[in-house]
């Protein structure tokens, strides 16, 4: 499974746009990104997956590009309640359906007033 | 549709008890796995059980073990405690058919002594 990079923190203020990029270097060709939301003492969330190029839903986009060597998770307009550890995960596509996710540190974004 | 819930939500144990913790899938999900958390070691990923057999495992000892039923409900089991297994331990659900978004619960803070 490929191993990810992320910032270990990032700092933001309410209303503003954050981008939060992740380096997966050694990304295999069946593998897909995943990017997981995990408040203080509650299980993580799941917020967005991709293949390729830009995907999009009501939270977040992800922006991946040609070469899949890297990702950006993008969060319009945070708000304090965004406060929270972000994971970016790679090889969510698991072999013969066997599910384990491998968790990197993840980037801690603290959104201030 | 119901979450993932888990049982109990805290627990505190002392050196050489066992322990066993519960968990129950979203309804239909026939996936369970279950992660560990610490501060020191973040989300590490201990193993997956899919229609009551065991069909990956982490790199944790042996006194690490679970079982799934015919319901999907899982449990895991600890035995032997020692203070290193003080963590946060997560159980996360999913359909099972691989590159499935995972539902985590909340969690069992589970405290050695």
């Known amino acids: 499974l490929a191993k990810t990079t992320q910032p270990i923190s990032m700092d933001s203020y309410e209303g503003q746009e954050v981008n939060i990029t992740c380096s997966h270097n050694?990304?295999?060709?069946?593998?897909?990104i995943t990017w997981y939301q995990q408040f203080p003492s509650q299980g993580p969330r799941f917020i967005i997956q991709?293949?390729?190029t830009k995907v999009t839903n009501e939270v977040a986009s992800l922006f991946i590009p040609a070469d899949r060597k890297s990702s950006t998770l993008s969060l319009p307009r945070v708000s304090l309640s965004d406060t929270a550890v972000y994971y970016c995960?790679?090889?969510?596509?698991?072999?013969?359906?066997?599910?384990?996710?491998?968790f990197g540190a993840g980037t801690r974004l603290a959104v201030h007033p | 549709k119901a979450g993932v819930t888990q049982t109990p939500r805290y627990l505190i144990k002392t050196r050489g008890q066992q322990v066993t913790l519960s968990c129950s899938p979203i309804?239909?999900?026939?996936?369970v796995s279950w992660y560990q958390q610490t501060p020191g070691q973040g989300l590490q990923f201990l193993f997956e059980?899919?229609?009551?057999?065991?069909?990956n495992k982490g790199n944790f000892p042996g006194r690490f073990s679970g079982r799934q039923f015919s319901n999907s409900r899982s449990e895991m089991n600890v035995s032997t405690l020692e203070l290193g297994d003080s963590a946060l331990y997560l159980c996360?659900?999913?359909?099972?058919?691989?590159?499935?978004?995972?539902?985590f619960g909340p969690g069992t803070r589970l405290t050695v002594l």
């Open positions: 309804s239909g999900h026939r996936s």
């Open positions: 059980y899919f229609s009551e057999t065991q069909r």
């Open positions: 995960l790679v090889g969510a596509s698991f072999s013969g359906g066997y599910n384990k996710l491998i």
């Open positions: 050694n990304i295999a060709t069946n593998d897909y």
């Open positions: 991709g293949y390729k």
């Open positions: 996360a659900s999913d359909p099972g058919q691989g590159n499935n978004e995972q539902f």
